[in-house]
Nanobody
Framework: QGKLVESGGGSVQSGGSLRLSCAAS????????MAWFRQAPGEAREVITT???????TYTDSIKGRFTVSEDAAKNTLYLQMDNLKPEDTGMYYC???????????????????WGQGTQVTVSS
């Protein structure tokens, strides 16, 4: 059985950059929809970006212009390039996959079939 593994988190100062990776391993079929979620301390987990199998991308307003989602299908890896980081970007970042094509690949999509374990991002001012 396959799994998702995030990496690339760390601690940076405000204005810095990080690149997160989400590698799919094992028997993971190519998903219809992929996403990055963020969970700030004491807050609920929220979706921040989605990437569809055919290239459709959505971003939540708080990260537009600063974060970029991309995929290397040959490596079964999803990326999140995060630039101009702010203290409010601090949190645990999770990737998610879903195979179902019934619903649009959007920020409102629920539920998600597979999750990674998360990687911590801390931004200091």
């Amino acid at each position: 059985q396959g799994k998702l593994v995030e990496s690339g988190g760390g601690s940076v100062q405000s204005g810095g950059s990080l690149r997160l990776s989400c590698a799919a391993s094992g028997d993971m079929k190519r998903p219809y929809c992929m996403a990055w979620f963020r969970q700030a301390p004491g807050e609920a987990r929220e979706v921040i970006t989605t990437l569809g199998r055919y290239g459709k991308i959505t971003y939540t307003d708080s990260i537009k212009g600063r974060f970029t989602v991309s995929e290397d299908a040959a490596k079964n890896t999803l990326y999140l390039q995060m630039d101009n980081l702010k203290p409010e970007d601090t949190g645990m970042y999770y990737c998610a996959h879903d195979l179902s094509a019934w619903d649009p690949c959007s920020l409102e999509r629920e539920p998600w079939g597979s999750w990674g374990q998360g990687t911590q991002v801390t931004v200091s001012s």
